[in-house]
């Protein structure tokens, strides 16, 4: 996403990940200044990710990479859940998405 993190911007959209990892990775993330958008960790409360039915889908204790675009509505208007732990959405089809709301 930090790829397309400026055109995702440009249409008025918010990126946000949020992440099942310990604090650890998160530092090396800081570090690195890996992202311009923020990265939330729920390591200690996994009550978000399993609120999207995302959690522990392939029985790790982790959330699934997964993409949602959330309307000014609060109304999910878009979603692609993570099909394994490899998954990744392209910035390109959360662009497309986004054109299409």
Do not use: C, W
């Not at 995302?54 to 997964?66: M, N, Y």
């Amino acid at each position: 996403m930090q790829k397309h993190y400026d055109k995702i911007s440009n249409v008025g959209a918010e990126v946000l990940a949020i992440s099942t990892d310990d604090l650890r990775g998160a530092e090396s993330i800081v570090a690195k200044a890996v992202t311009e958008f923020p990265v939330l960790y729920t390591n200690k409360n996994n009550d978000v990710p399993i609120s999207y039915n995302v959690f522990d889908l392939f029985g790790d204790g982790l959330a699934s990479a997964s993409v949602f675009i959330v309307d000014k509505n609060g109304n999910i208007a878009y979603e692609n859940i993570g099909e394994n732990y490899r998954h990744q959405v392209s910035g390109d089809e959360v662009l497309e998405a986004l054109a299409g709301l």
